[in-house]
């Protein structure tokens, strides 16, 4: 099992950057054991995937949205993972969301274990 907080949401005028951070608890080498991803909701539509690490490999992957201007990164000594944002845009508002699961498929939303969410508004 694994729990995971975010952190770093907050707002921002467009243009502007933000780093979120999701930090893991739980027995193992949580990076090695579960595909990691960041999601995001905004209000009346369905949660998407933004970016990821699969538990098999260490590429990261990004949904088309968001490549070029967000960055995934991990801290596996502190089994911290970090979504960097910058050239944030209107449309990025929503509430983010860390995700962890022991599946492969890092773009399916059917994540076993969810944090609490953090809020991301961007102003325009």
């Known amino acids: 099992q694994v729990q995971l907080v975010e952190s770093g949401g907050g707002l921002v005028q467009t243009g502007g950057s933000l780093r979120l951070s999701c930090a893991a608890s739980?027995?193992?080498?949580?990076?090695?054991?579960?595909?990691m991803g960041w999601f995001r909701q905004a209000p009346g539509k369905e949660r998407e995937f933004v970016a990821g690490y699969s538990r098999s490999d260490t590429n990261t992957y990004y949904s088309d949205s968001v490549k070029g201007r967000f960055t995934i990164s991990r801290d596996n000594a502190n089994n911290t993972m970090y979504l960097q944002m910058n050239s944030l845009k209107p449309e990025d508002t929503a509430v983010y969301y860390c995700?962890?699961?022991?599946?492969?498929?890092?773009?399916?939303?059917?994540?076993?274990?969810w944090g609490q969410g953090t809020q991301v508004t961007v102003s325009s």
């Open positions: 995700a962890a699961k022991t599946g492969y498929d890092v773009r399916s939303p059917r994540y076993t274990y």
């Open positions: 739980g027995s193992g080498r949580i990076f090695s054991m579960y595909t």
